[in-house]
């Protein structure tokens, strides 16, 4: 099997890979040269998703420096006194399509010759880590199939299991198919496991999420994820840099994928068909005066989306608009400018832009027209538990 084959999707990649000259060139302007492996993977395809992964490598033309606004929000403060000396050295190399965070070689760490280390940031909070001091090494980790998973099921024995649940994802998967949910309690943290179908494979899809205690109260949303489909509660944790994620796929030509981060994703959720066994187990997780608490929460987000559903155009874009206005009133200016998730080249002037639009569009249509009571009440709730989240943030950082 060839190295191509291993490392690259071929239907979610560039047909052509880079030639030597373009690697030569991109080499000489950016002052840094491309560890062996990486210039063999980009001979072969200049750039896309590696194959059975979230990670999409960005072509090589768009592998660049972050601009200062990125930097921001990368908190290099946070990380090892000297790691990143020179920021032109630090290059933004892909992202994951799943969590939205954003990889970095970091040139001012070499592990071997110019094997850069490889760097990562999920969340304008969490500040940007190190993943391996040998991007090479890594990235080949990722590409390299393995005998078998490493999330081991049987581990959940060994714990305290709050709850263990199957849902029937028939209804939009192929007949058959169903996920299980496995959440256990252990010293200190919660473990979330899942068995799903993963759609890139067809095959298994092994999740294992440590969960720090204690949880975000705030955040234990219980809502349906789809139309008549499985309820799901949220779980977040209050210090999401101590979440370690785990994940294991299985290949079409055998063997197991493995991947591994910490700090994301900032939550999971546990799925089951019955709302009442949600309800039981965030009573068991946050006690039951919390849980009615969040439970009055759900209620109006409910009826906040029916009377939503019901609502005229015009009153969508009033609605829409005091629901962006009581956001940006919780967020910080650097965090609604470094939004991590989207990618670099089309952040901040996007964003505004559609802002801009929306503010237009409600002046010219509906603008002046007075908000219903009942939708009013709702969206004074939503920014009375904003804001509540906003003071959470601000105590974590």
């Known amino acids: 099997m060839s190295a191509e084959s291993i490392f690259w999707d071929p239907e979610q990649s560039p047909a052509r890979g880079a030639t030597r000259d373009r690697i030569l060139k991109w080499e000489a302007e950016r002052g840094v040269q491309l560890p062996k492996l990486l210039r063999k993977v980009y001979r072969e395809h200049n750039g896309g998703l590696v194959r059975s992964t979230q990670l999409e490598l960005y072509a090589l033309e768009q592998i660049v420096p972050p601009d200062e606004r990125a930097w921001a929000t990368l908190h290099p403060e946070k990380a090892d006194a000297g790691a990143f000396a020179d920021h032109s050295r630090v290059l933004i190399i892909g992202w994951d399509n799943e969590s939205g965070g954003q990889y970095f070689l970091n040139y001012n760490e070499c592990y071997d010759d110019e094997d850069p280390s490889i760097w990562s940031c999920t969340g304008s909070d969490s500040g940007i880590r190190r993943v391996s001091p040998s991007a090479s090494r890594y990235l080949k980790k990722l590409a390299t199939a393995s005998d078998k998973p490493e999330v081991d099921w049987e581990e959940s024995e060994r714990l305290e299991v709050l709850a263990d649940d199957v849902v029937d994802e028939s209804s939009w998967l192929p007949p058959g198919t169903v996920s299980r949910y496995l ?45 008549d489909g499985p309820w799901t509660l949220q779980l977040q944790p209050k210090r999401s840099s101590g979440i370690i994620y785990i994940e294991s796929t299985e290949l079409p030509t055998g063997g197991w994928r493995n991947r591994r981060s910490k700090g994301a994703p900032a939550y999971d959720v546990f799925e089951s068909e019955s709302k009442e066994k949600l309800e039981e187990l965030r009573i068991e997780l946050i006690g039951e005066k919390a849980a009615r608490e969040c439970e009055a929460e759900d209620d109006r987000m409910v009826a906040f989306q029916r009377r939503v559903s019901q609502s005229s155009p015009d009153e969508l874009q009033v609605i829409g608009f005091q629901l962006l206005h009581a956001m940006q009133g919780t967020l910080p200016d650097e965090e609604l400018e470094g939004v991590s998730a989207v990618p670099p080249m089309e952040s901040t002037a996007h964003i505004r832009h559609l802002m801009n639009q929306m503010r237009a569009e409600v002046a010219n249509r509906g603008g002046d027209e007075p908000i219903p009571a009942d939708v009013q009440a709702m969206l004074d709730g939503l920014n009375e538990r904003l804001n509540t989240l906003g003071l959470s943030d601000s105590e974590k950082s």
């Open 183 to 227: 959440l256990a309690r252990g010293d200190g943290v919660l473990v979330l496991y899942r068995e799903s179908l993963d759609f890139g494979t067809g095959g298994k899809r092994l999740t294992r999420i440590e969960l720090p205690l204690p949880l975000e109260v705030d955040a234990m949303i219980l809502r349906q994820r789809r139309m």
